[in-house]
């Protein structure tokens, strides 16, 4: 076999099994969604305490992803890009086996932190090899792959939690990854990487991120270009029965909204990947699905009472309008050398994700019930779009601000 087919062959390979590696990664991310009504119900809490607890344990949840975001993305640089791809799998399967069999929201929520932990590894750390090994031109259908493939994760979790049961659901998606694990003997490592570690180059050093403006700056505009994603998620996806509620809509299904949206999110990825392409720009396709995620947010007031199609084409303009995600992050990769990139790359999408525990505090402060007064500052749609909007300012501020990478060699150091 020539040495040009044995390349195509393994990145096909390593595209590939990242694509997998992310569609177990978001089934296990975004199950909790999909069976947290149920799986409160049956350990005993009821009514108003369902939201409530239901936001503290994915609150938990993105702890540890944020702590594993780190964790793995500084191991990504100083130990190699395969080697997150091993350690993270292990332990959220492992944790969502555990899942399963919790008789206590104090066992849930442990589990759902340790979970977070291992989770926080799989996108940032295939993301960041498959840039590595693609020609510069072509960097983003890779990622296009990876995310359009991987959102399909959700929808399968969805279907599983109605046929199976939440606690078999959570079993399944242990299961799921150990399988996975063993495809990840079949990919290398990144030959930039193999080049930085042979020339014994400083990597994966969080005071040497930090260590000038101009390094923090540009990692901290990743993470804020990415707001409107967590926010969208934590706020509209999974309290979509309360969100129906309050919009009198009856009838609403955490379950079936997790499939519209993450269907529509799919093609948003690959619609958004292929603007970006055509456009030879990531700040563009950025600025486009930013706009449709800010129709998505005015949409919110516009829904007539009552009626459920409407309200299920809300989640059809979020998922388009989320679609950035995997630009977003291809974007992040290209911004930063070899010596740091797993560590950005892996950080990046998990500190987005703990903007979720900041705003739920916002979130609360606008909705709840004022004791003094008796009525909140603001109801549930008003707060959500208000919120939305702010998000798509600072977005949309901070884009203006990064540089566009789409041509850019990977091949240098920080």
Not at 302 to 327: D, E, K, Q, S, T
Request: charged fraction near 15%; proline fraction near 1%.
């Amino acid at each position: 076999m020539q040495l040009k087919e044995k390349f195509n062959l393994t990145l096909y390979i390593t595209v590939a099994t990242a694509a997998l590696g992310y569609f177990v990664d978001l089934y296990d991310i975004l199950l909790f969604s999909a069976v947290r009504v149920k799986s409160l119900q049956d350990l005993g809490v009821h009514g108003e305490e369902i939201k409530n607890i239901g936001l503290n344990l994915l609150n938990w949840q993105l702890v540890g992803m944020v702590i594993g975001g780190i964790l793995w993305g500084i191991l990504g640089d100083k130990k190699g890009r395969v080697s997150i791809l091993f350690g993270s799998i292990i332990m959220y399967s492992v944790a969502n086996i555990l899942n399963a069999y919790v008789q206590s929201v104090d066992q849930y929520r442990i589990l759902r932190f340790f979970a977070g932990i291992g989770l926080a590894g799989e996108l940032g750390a295939g993301i960041t090899l498959v840039s590595e090994i693609m020609p510069k031109g072509k960097r983003g259908f890779g990622t296009m792959i990876i995310a359009s493939f991987g959102t399909l994760g959700v929808v399968l979790a969805s279907i599983v939690s109605q046929v199976l049961g939440w606690r078999n659901a959570y079993i399944l998606g242990g299961v799921l990854g150990f399988v996975l694990l063993i495809f990840r003997f079949f990919i290398f490592e990144s030959g930039l990487y193999k080049k930085a570690e042979k020339e014994n180059k400083q990597r994966g050093d969080l005071l040497y991120l930090f260590g000038t403006k101009y390094r923090a700056y540009k990692f901290i505009k990743s993470i804020l270009i990415g707001l409107p994603i967590q926010f969208t998620v934590m706020f509209f996806v999974t309290l979509s029965p309360e969100l129906g509620k309050a919009s009198g809509i009856e009838g609403v299904e955490a379950s079936k909204v997790l499939i519209i949206f993450y269907l529509a999110n799919s093609f948003g990825d690959i619609i958004c990947s292929v603007v970006s392409q055509v456009l030879k720009s990531r700040k563009k396709a950025i600025g486009i699905f930013l706009g449709v995620t800010l129709f998505s947010f005015i949409y919110v007031g516009l829904i007539p009472i009552g009626n459920i199609y409407a309200f299920y084409l809300l989640f059809i303009f979020l998922g388009l309008g989320m679609g950035y995600w995997a630009v977003l992050l291809t974007n992040a990769s290209e911004q930063f050398g070899t010596n740091l990139r797993a560590t950005v790359t892996t950080s990046t999408p998990n500190l987005i994700r703990a903007f979720g525990i900041p705003i739920t505090y916002a979130f609360h402060y606008l909705t709840d019930i004022n004791l003094n007064t008796g009525v909140s500052l603001f109801t549930m749609q008003q707060a959500l779009i208000l919120l939305g909007c702010i998000f798509i300012t600072i977005s949309y501020y901070f884009l203006y601000a990064t540089d566009e990478t789409f041509t850019k060699d990977l091949d240098y150091y920080e």
